[in-house]
């Protein structure tokens, strides 16, 4: 059985960090491109930045700068450091992992940006 648990979300200050995990089981982790996405209320999930399996990477132009993404394959975890939040910023944080046609998702931790 497959899952994604994430954690590290929570209620933060304008200027702020977090660092966001995500725990993988029942993957062969390292070969799965990992990903995180967001989603904030009345608007559509939207790709926050991704990792593949040779750790290269790409970050959503709104991020760039500001978060990190990165991959401890001996933890089969990915992180997401996240920096100079903003209000914006606000939304439900969804890991994915995907390889060829397998596509799984975690449940979602809620970071909110607010003074």
Do not use: H
Not at 6 to 30: D, H, K, T, Y
Not at 55 to 83: C, E, W
Not at 89 to 99: E, F, L, Q, S
């Amino acid at each position: 059985q497959v899952q994604l648990v994430e954690s590290g979300g929570g209620l933060v200050q304008p200027g702020e960090s977090l660092r966001l995990s995500c725990a993988a089981s029942g993957i062969n982790f390292s070969i799965f491109t990992m990903g995180w996405y967001r989603q904030a209320p009345g608007n559509e999930r939207e790709l926050v930045a991704f990792i593949r399996s040779d750790r290269s990477t790409y970050y959503t132009f709104s991020v760039k700068g500001r978060f990190t993404i990165s991959r401890d394959n001996a933890k089969n975890t990915v992180y997401l450091q996240m920096s100079s939040l903003k209000p914006e910023d606000t939304a439900v944080y969804y890991c994915n992992a995907v390889r060829l046609g397998d596509d799984y998702w975690g449940q979602g931790t809620q970071v909110t940006v607010s003074s």
